[in-house]
């Protein structure tokens, strides 16, 4: 079955600083990745998608992300965060054969102060 | 340019009270899903439907019923709320089999039985 892993759960970062969360998932075939931010209050929104092609994602809000199919990794990536940046962002993975479920990570919060 | 609406978006039950959750898109897709958010577990899904008249059991799909009389429409009931329940729930949709797509959220359901 498919897994994903976000090994941070709480950030805290100053307005400026960079940006890095993890995630890695689990699963042999070919994969669909996906990370979405929810902010306060607000339902989930997409930041950026990975299928196929280069694996360097660049998403809204000046958001990046990594595929590195040899560590079986999505990692998340921004240069300077601001306080607006403050949500929860979650890892989601689905497989690319036939009709499978999207599997969430469980999410890391991640808080910039100004 | 509604996406995909919730209703309610908060309720208080009693244990052993029952309701419904509905959720409408308005995206002509053919795949609904239903999770469940809780703090430190992500995103689980409870059930999904892969076209009208369909509907599938999820990770975390005991206690829920759920029916999909209308393309557009997604129903997960409660048939006899119970304390664990108390959850925020989130209904999706998506496209193209689920896969090379993003999935579009709801705004939540925030449920509390006492």
């Known amino acids: 079955a498919q897994s994903v892993s976000q090994h941070n759960h709480h950030v805290i970062l100053s307005e400026a600083a960079s940006l890095e969360l993890g995630c890695n998932y689990s699963?042999?075939?070919?994969?669909?990745l996906f990370w979405y931010v929810q902010y306060p209050g607000q339902h989930l929104q997409l930041l950026l998608k990975?299928?196929?092609?280069?694996?360097l994602v660049k998403g809204i809000k000046g958001f990046e992300a990594e595929f590195i199919k040899s560590k079986f990794s999505f990692n998340l990536r921004k240069p300077s965060v601001q306080w607006s940046d403050t949500a929860e962002y979650f890892c989601?993975?689905?497989?690319?054969?036939?009709?499978?479920?999207?599997?969430f990570g469980t999410g890391t919060r991640l808080l910039v102060s100004p | 340019n509604a996406g995909v609406t919730q209703t309610p978006k908060f309720r208080v039950l009693k244990t052993g009270q029952s309701m419904t959750l509905l959720c409408a898109q308005d995206?002509?897709?053919?795949?609904m899903y239903w999770y469940r958010q809780d703090p430190g577990m992500g995103l689980r899904l409870i059930h999904y439907?892969?076209?009208?008249?369909?509907?599938a059991k999820g990770e975390v799909p005991d206690g829920y019923n759920v029916s999909r009389l209308k393309k557009q429409n997604f129903l997960l009931g409660l048939e006899s709320a119970a304390p664990s329940q108390t959850s925020v729930y989130f209904c999706?949709?998506?496209?193209?089999?689920?896969?090379?797509?993003?999935?579009?959220f709801g705004q939540g359901t925030r449920l509390t039985v006492v």
């Open positions: 990975y299928f196929s092609g280069d694996p």
């Open positions: 999706a949709s998506s496209s193209d089999r689920g896969r090379r797509t993003e999935a579009f």
């Open positions: 995206m002509n897709h053919e795949y």
């Open positions: 439907s892969v076209g009208e008249g369909t509907t």
């Open positions: 989601a993975v689905n497989s690319n054969t036939g009709f499978q479920k999207l599997v």
């Open positions: 699963y042999g075939g070919t994969v669909n």
